[in-house]
T-cell receptor, first 110, second 114 residues
Framework: AQRVTQPEKLLSVFKGAPVELKCNYSYSGSPELFWYVQYSRQRLQLLLRHISRESIKGFTADLNKGETSFHLKKPFAQEEDSAMYYCALNPTGGYNKLIFGAGTRLAVHP | NAGVMQNPRHLVRRRGQEARLRCSPMKGHSHVYWYRQLPEEGLKFMVYLQKENIIDESGMPKERFSAEFPKEGPSILRIQQVVRGDSAAYFC????????????FGPGTRLTVL
């Protein structure tokens, strides 16, 4: 079955600390993986995708096919990073029929 | 570009009534997706539409739910004879025709069934 698992509902860190939001997926083919973010009172928006291998707002994510993981990392968290983060899988290729994880709330304290 | 618009933002219905949720995609976008989010869960894909066509409705419940995206006007997600289990946040996303892998989300409609 195609599934995305985010094991942590809440991740609480202090400003300046490293952050890693975990994402594991279950999919038999070649996955397309994404991270979406939802800041307070804002709509869901794309943060990054594994294909582009880019760094957005200091966040990076590496696809590890052996561990079927796509963890999101940032070396030094900022208070403005506090948000809800969703990992998502596109199993179809082409159009985006996304499968989302349950999300992890990141709280960065001063 | 105003972004994806959804209305109403909040909708309250009694059991047995009909709920109509509207989604206006971004200008120039001809692909629309609907997702449902139950409390404490991630978004679940419901249906993917292009103008006047349903492309993939594999996530739609077999009964009471329908969706359309007419040539003119917004996409409509319609839920007939609502039940308490339909209470959820419903999100719409749109994408342009040549960048179908890039979705832009609306603010969502929160449906509460009493």
């Amino acid at each position: 079955a195609q599934r995305v698992t985010q094991p942590e509902k809440l991740l609480s860190v202090f400003k300046g600390a490293p952050v890693e939001l975990k994402c594991n997926y279950s999919y038999s083919g070649s996955p397309e993986l994404f991270w979406y973010v939802q800041y307070s009172r804002q709509r869901l928006q794309l943060l990054l995708r594994h294909i582009s291998r880019e760094s957005i707002k200091g966040f990076t994510a590496d696809l590890n096919k052996g561990e079927t993981s796509f963890h999101l990392k940032k070396p030094f968290a900022q208070e403005e990073d506090s948000a809800m983060y969703y990992c998502a899988l596109n199993p179809t290729g082409g159009y985006n029929k996304l499968i989302f994880g349950a999300g992890t709330r990141l709280a960065v304290h001063p | 570009n105003a972004g994806v618009m959804q209305n109403p933002r909040h909708l309250v219905r009694r059991r047995g009534q009909e709920a109509r949720l509207r989604c206006s995609p971004m200008k120039g976008h001809s692909h629309v997706y609907w997702y449902r989010q139950l409390p404490e869960e991630g978004l679940k894909f419901m249906v993917y539409l292009q103008k006047e066509n349903i492309i993939d409705e594999s996530g739609m419940p077999k009964e009471r739910f329908s969706a359309e995206f007419p040539k003119e006007g917004p996409s409509i997600l319609r839920i007939q004879q609502v039940v308490r289990g339909d209470s959820a946040a419903y999100f719409c996303a749109s994408s342009p025709p040549l960048l179908a892998d890039t979705q832009y989300f609306g603010p969502g409609t929160r449906l509460t069934v009493l």
